[in-house]
């Protein structure tokens, strides 16, 4: 079968293949930090005496299981759910799981008028903005907003600092879980692919490059080996900064390619047609649906004329 069949193979199995393995899975970070992958986006869950709090809340049509494999860590209560952007497998979840919760105020101050309002969604002004504008019901947009670039809060015996970083959109937070050094990044980091810069949203190539040398100036590795601050990205696997590294640096050159020819006068055709991606297009650039080329065209479109 030649390649060009077989990828034909790949792609009309693969939704098939992803929807029949909608499996969760669980994996310990580092500290009180979870990570659960198949709901969606990762989902970063803490857990302990100050009950559970998720970053981000996966797919509306895997809440249940989301639910339920956060059952399986703890039957804490449910106290906030932080939204890194506003992408339906991130904040999909937000109303089901808000329901399963309640504010850590606890107490009456979970019943406003007979209804019990659940666990607070915290997510950056812009995130309310832009579900609010999108007709998105009330039960599941932010209840806990901010625009200043950095809130913090003392959750489960450590300090949990939420940063607005907007990059590939203007709705961007990371998390950083001080003391069990995790840093959870959204999707300005992620492994299945380039960051999906939103220029219409406020996204751009810079707003990325300066978020995640943010999270490498925080990150830091251990000695000689792997380990030392984990990261989990949007998407991907556990990383450390070796591999948060290695990824800020390919979008640097990339950026800086695409910016040389840019100078010299060359059209976003020509800039294309030069493949300065290839190198890593086959690893980064097997979305269809954002591909190298796609890429190119989004960083062009940000660097200005
Ligand atoms: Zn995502």
Redesign the pocket.
Known sequence: MTRRLWSLVVVLLGPLAMTAHAELRTTHVSGNVYLITGAG?NVAVTIGDSGVMVVDAGSAALSGELLAEIRKLSTGALRYIINT?V?P??VGGNQALRAAGATFTGGNATVVGGVDVGAAIVAHEAALLRVAAAGVPVAAQPTETFYVPKVDFFFNGEPVEVMYTPAVDDTNIAVHFRRSDVIVTG?TF?LDGYP?IDLANGGSIQGVLDALNAFVDLAVSDTLAEGGTMLIP??GRICDEADLVRYRDMLTIIRDRIAALKERGQTLAQIQAAKPTLDYDSRFGRNPEWTGEDFVAAVYASLGT
């Open positions: 986006g952007n992408d497998e991130h999707d992620r999906l949007g998407h």
